[in-house]
């Protein structure tokens, strides 16, 4: 029998699916489908999530939404920023047509899963990652896993935890939230809940007995009883997977966070963590990433987190998408993405020397916002 190829343009980047459930109304399954990309999101899938997802909310017989992503390594590793890249280079100064889009696309579908009054699971299993932890802290009901490592590492490509991080990092124990935007750190399973960032913690091994569970229950026509019998469906599933929680990072070194995060100014700040010699090696890894990565990035993480501080949720949004818009028509980000993922060499050429010789005026204009008329105005 001859072997067919699928090409590119076959291959679905994100399937939908909808489960008919006891009650007879449904449950709808998104999987993001990109398994050699980590399940990267790409334009062309945030914008067929948008019309789903509004299609989803707005049908009554829609009880439920389940995410995941394809294969065992990963939800999402984050947005397709080599597409990003290109995008950049291409049209230097902006503006980006192609990035923007994204941007602007992405935090939208961040958003409405937000504000999804219907239940939201998303399935947090492996690689959680920048746009992909956006997915994932919008859930309901954020599943975390044995394998789960969530992490916010723009730091490294010259941008910033964007996709909510500047109101979800906002929220997290005392200053680990800045320390993990500035840091990239990744965290695992135990960290999430501590942080407020999961509802629970179940075994992988149960993904399929989970969405079986799903699709037998007999969902309520109430938005808000699904919401409640949701929370009681998934606690034998958390009771089951108790013993192989394993241990967290963030909450044995909030002492030592909170210590480096009480300097007089910003750049005290940054010089500290990146220079901190720990005996815990999470710690001295997370201040090394933030010694290699991007000088006016941390400056604008710490200026971007203390903005967005206290702002609503549909406010963050514009402000990132004012922020994201002005680095990826600079040159920050694209010498980032090349040193690491394009050329590889692992030498990029930043801006900026140190965070002391970001300049206010180099912050000021970043915050500058770049069209007349915010786009998420109507969001």
């Known amino acids: 029998m001859e072997k067919r190829l699928m090409t590119a343009e076959q291959i679905e980047e994100v399937l939908f699916e909808e489960r008919e459930t006891a009650s007879g109304l449904h449950l709808g399954v998104i999987t993001l489908h990109v398994e050699k990309t980590l399940n990267s999101l790409t334009l062309n899938m945030v914008e ?51 990035a923007e889009t994204f941007f602007e696309t992405e935090y939208r579908v961040d958003y409405l899963l937000q504000q999804f009054a219907k239940p939201v699971v998303v399935w947090g299993h492996g690689i959680v990652m920048g746009g992909g932890l956006g997915v994932f802290a919008a859930g309901s009901y954020r ?28 929220r997290t124990p005392g200053n680990s939230g800045l320390f993990l935007a500035l840091t990239g750190a990744s965290f695992n399973a135990s960290d999430a809940l501590y942080l407020g960032m999961a509802e629970g913690f179940i075994e992988h091994q149960y993904l399929e007995e989970v969405l079986d569970a799903l699709t037998r229950h007999a969902w309520s026509s109430s938005v808000g009883d699904n919401q409640e019998r949701l929370f009681d469906l998934m606690r034998g599933f958390v009771e089951k ?23 007089d100014d910003d750049v005290a700040i940054i010089e500290a963590i990146s220079t901190l010699q720990s005996d815990n090696p999470w710690l001295q890894k997370a201040g090394a990433s ?53 050329d590889k060499d692992r030498n990029p050429q930043w801006s900026h020397d140190s965070a002391a010789a970001v300049s206010d005026a180099d912050i000021a204009a970043h915050f500058a916002a770049p069209w007349a008329e915010n786009p998420l105005n109507t969001i």
């Open 48 to 98: 067929r999530m948008l019309a789903t997802l509004r299609d989803w909310r707005d049908r009554s017989d829609i009880a439920c939404v389940f995410i995941r992503g394809a294969g065992e390594k990963a939800l999402c590793a984050g947005g397709d920023v080599q597409a990003l890249y290109r995008s950049s280079i291409e049209q230097p100064g902006g503006p980006c047509e192609y």
């Open 143 to 170: 599943v975390v896993t044995e394998k789960s490592r969530l992490a916010m590492p723009e730091i490294t490509i010259g941008l910033y935890p964007d996709v909510g991080g500047s109101y979800f990092l906002n």
């Open 241 to 263: 997977s108790a013993g192989a929680r394993p241990e967290g990072n963030v909450e044995p070194a909030a002492a030592e966070i909170e210590a480096l995060c009480q300097q």
């Open 290 to 342: 933030l010694a290699a990565g991007s000088p006016l990035s941390a400056r604008l993480i710490i200026e971007q987190l203390r903005r967005c501080k206290g702002l609503s949720l549909h406010e963050v949004f514009k402000a990132e998408l004012v922020l994201s818009t002005n680095i990826v028509r600079g040159r920050e980000f694209a010498e980032g993405v090349r040193a690491l993922l394009i």
